[in-house]
């Protein structure tokens, strides 16, 4: 079944720096693309991040030139390094398979000094 659980999230000081993970199972993660969201308290989820099958990437405005997503295929991992960390980065960081629209349950993000 498919499975995808988040970690590495964390409370950070503006500027700092993050990764998160996603591990997936039960899908092809070879052939996925994988999709990163963000939801803040009392907002609406919003799309951070897309990486393709080949590891192309594309990002929100909000997080472009700050964020990066990777992949390992070998590790079956999909991976969001986030530098310079604003306050309105603090959100529950969720991936998403597509294809079935799963989501894991989130992990949570605190820029905070």
């Known amino acids: 079944q498919v499975q995808l659980v988040e970690s590495g999230g964390g409370l950070v000081q503006p500027g700092g720096s993050l990764r998160l993970a996603c591990a997936a199972s039960g899908f092809a993660f070879r052939s996925a693309v994988m999709h990163w969201y963000r939801q803040a308290p009392g907002k609406e989820r919003e799309w951070v991040a897309l990486?393709?099958?080949?590891?192309?990437?594309t990002y929100a405005d909000s997080v472009k030139g700050r964020f990066t997503a990777s992949r390992d295929n070998a590790k079956n991992t999909v991976y969001l390094q986030m530098n310079s960390l604003r306050p309105a980065d603090t959100a529950v960081y969720y991936c998403?398979?597509?294809?079935?629209?799963?989501w894991g349950k989130g992990t949570l993000v605190t820029v905070s000094s």
């Open positions: 990486i393709s099958i080949g590891g192309g990437t």
């Open positions: 998403r398979y597509p294809q079935t629209d799963s």
